[in-house]
């Protein structure tokens, strides 16, 4: 699965920080990318710390940069440009107090174009990792929200489902009188269509279906509409690509399925790239597939921001660590 990465990183020298340099899971996968001389590495903590801690575990960190924010020569720079960003809403005092902490610093790193890349979480939150990219690096230009998605690989098989991890539920944007800015539907296709551009970072040819208990038009209910709507909307979004619904999951994997209570759809009986109506279900049918059809989940992986930034488990491995190093950098 990481051929179509690993030719990307070749084509272009990238640099990753990681927020939590310290963590012996961090060392460890920061070392194997040295070694294999994949990418540049920064390591975000105290010198003194990452070293001894490096040492420890016979993890070779000698050509990575390590930089403590409590001694950094660019911090008043960097408060100075976080000020800016932040537009009134934090002082110099709360900036600096913000970026003595490594996921800020880290944030502001790639923001500042020190780094093309981040991954944290190994001890943050999610919300501690999202927040300031958020703030600081933002969504990309045409991108209104940051979603998510989970690379599911069995063997030679792959798969692609969003979002199961950021956005909770999908609801109309409205202004100050209560007109819609946004619709659900606008918000599900943007998700799609970042979900399906990923997929083929990957190498993958997405065939999109967009899930629901009903399909087409099977049962009624608010997430069916949603569904059928955001379907609409992603193929305007892009033509280019094989994106039908709303349908179940079993007429999504299934030919015979698909065929006969879809005829005549691309995506029916084919899909690998899954979009769910809301956090609840994409994150439990990843985590099924996950322990019970014994698929390998890489992610989440964050999606339509200004810069690649991505998230740990607080529960990973070094080699989940290593493997998100190179999904991350290789979005740069």
């Not at 070694?35 to 390591?43: E, P, Q």
């Not at 993890?59 to 000020?83: N, R, S």
């Not at 190093?325 to 740069?332: K, R």
Request: hydrophobic residues 45%.
């Amino acid at each position: 699965m990481f051929t179509a990465l690993l030719n990307n990183l070749k084509a272009t020298r990238r640099t990753i920080v990681f927020t939590e340099g310290p963590d012996a899971r961090i060392l460890e996968a920061a070392a194997r990318l040295i070694a294999d001389d994949l990418m540049d590495v920064i390591l975000v903590g105290n010198v003194d710390e990452v070293k001894a801690n490096a040492a420890k575990g016979g993890f070779d960190v000698a050509k990575a940069e390590i930089l403590d924010p409590a001694t950094y020569e660019g911090m008043d720079e960097m408060v100075e440009t976080m000020v800016a960003l932040r537009k009134g809403k934090m002082s110099a005092e709360d900036c600096r107090a913000a970026l003595s902490k490594g996921n800020y610093f880290g944030t502001m790193l790639v923001k500042m174009g020190k780094a093309d890349a981040l991954l944290g979480g190994a001890t943050y939150s999610t919300a501690d990792t999202v927040r300031p990219a958020l703030q600081l690096v933002k969504t990309k230009p045409g991108s209104s929200l940051v979603s998510s998605c989970f690379i599911m690989v069995r063997g030679e098989e792959m798969l692609c489902m969003g979002d199961c991890a950021i956005n909770i539920s999908y609801n109309d944007k409205l202004d100050k009188e209560g007109n819609v800015v946004q619709s659900a539907a606008d918000q599900l296709a943007e998700v799609a269509v970042d979900v399906a551009r990923c997929a083929q970072l990957f190498g993958m040819d997405p065939k999109v279906a967009m899930l629901s208990f009903s399909t087409k038009g099977s049962g009624k209910g608010a997430t069916v509409g949603l569904s059928q709507a955001a379907t609409a909307k992603a193929k305007e979004l892009a033509p280019d690509l094989a994106i039908d619904g709303e349908m179940q999951f079993d007429a999504a994997v299934s030919p015979v399925v698909g065929q006969l209570k879809f005829p005549g759809s691309p995506v029916a009986g084919y899909a690998n790239t899954f979009i769910f109506p809301c956090i609840e279900a994409g994150n439990i049918g990843y985590k099924i597939a996950q322990r019970l059809g014994g698929f390998e989940a890489y992610g989440p992986i964050l999606l339509g921001l200004n810069a690649p930034i991505n998230d740990l488990s607080r529960g990973c491995n070094a080699d989940e660590v290593y493997k998100m190093s190179i999904i991350t950098a290789a979005q740069a």
